[in-house]
Nanobody, 114 residues
Framework: QVQLVESGGGLVQAGGSLRLSCAAS????????MAWFRQVPEKQRELVAS???????TYAESVKGRFTISRDNVANTMYLQMNSLNAEDTGVYYC????????WGKGTQVTVSS
């Protein structure tokens, strides 16, 4: 029902920044706890950050202090500001409801060179 499109990834040097966007097709987005996930080859997809409809956030310990998740419920869009990137942040980033109830988008590739 809800279609998700991630964008904003790219190639960046260690220490650099990227801002990812997640556009949702439905206003139902507004009531859900949303999240960013990332996946690297041969590893499970992991939760990076989450945000409630009211803006309460959580972060994985590995990104706390470097990443900031936000959302615009009017625009049905979620963001992930990533600063101080390192090689371990490399992966494909996906957005979804925190319990992964929506269909997955294609993700956006983030590559950090060192």
């Amino acid at each position: 029902q809800v279609q998700l499109v991630e964008s904003g990834g790219g190639l960046v040097q260690a220490g650099g920044s990227l801002r990812l966007s997640c556009a949702a097709s439905s206003s139902n987005f507004r009531i859900n706890i949303m999240a960013w996930f990332r996946q690297v080859p041969e590893k499970q997809r992991e939760l990076v950050a989450s945000i409630t409809s009211g803006g309460i956030t959580t972060y994985a310990e590995s990104v706390k202090g470097r990443f900031t998740i936000s959302r615009d419920n009017v625009a049905n869009t979620m963001y992930l500001q990533m600063n101080s990137l390192n090689a371990e942040d490399t992966g494909v980033y996906y957005c979804n409801e925190v319990r992964m109830r929506f269909s997955w988008g294609k993700g956006t590739q983030v590559t950090v060179s060192s």
